[in-house]
């Protein structure tokens, strides 16, 4: 099983990203998926997380209204699209599965299975 989390970079602020997660060895069909954060000397934080059956989300207050997270099952991807970026955002980003078929959007790491090995989005100018 592997995720591989793509598409951090540097962009200055105000600017946009978009990173994916691409799973190989599971279908991410039935598996909720969620976009962490960890910056330096800080918590590793949810920032995003979707269901596998419903696609119901969920977003930390920090990003609502400037991230949005999608699948396309057909390409067994995630993506999280980050605009308006702060150079609060700066940290290295993991997407994680979580093999369910259920509605649930879990928001903690405890109840993911599977994670990337994370890509480093920097918002700096």
């Known amino acids: 099983v592997q995720l591989q989390a793509s598409g951090g970079g540097l962009v200055q602020p105000g600017g946009s990203l978009r990173l994916s997660c691409a799973a190989s060895?599971?279908?991410?069909?039935?598996?909720?998926v969620g976009w962490f954060r960890q910056a330096p000397g800080k918590e590793r934080e949810a920032v995003s997380c979707?269901?596998?059956?419903?696609?119901?989300?969920h977003y930390a207050d920090s990003v609502k209204g400037r991230f949005t997270i999608s699948r396309d099952n057909a390409k067994n991807t995630v993506y999280l699209e980050m605009n308006s970026l702060e150079p609060e955002d700066t940290a290295i980003y993991y997407c994680?599965?979580?093999?369910?078929?259920?509605?649930?959007?879990?928001?903690?790491?405890?109840?993911?299975?599977?994670w990337g090995q994370g890509t480093q989005v920097t918002v700096s100018s």
């Open positions: 994680a599965a979580d093999y369910t078929v259920t509605g649930a959007v879990p928001t903690t790491t405890a109840h993911y299975d599977y």
């Open positions: 979707i269901s596998s059956v419903d696609r119901s989300t």
């Open positions: 060895g599971i279908s991410l069909d039935d598996h909720a």
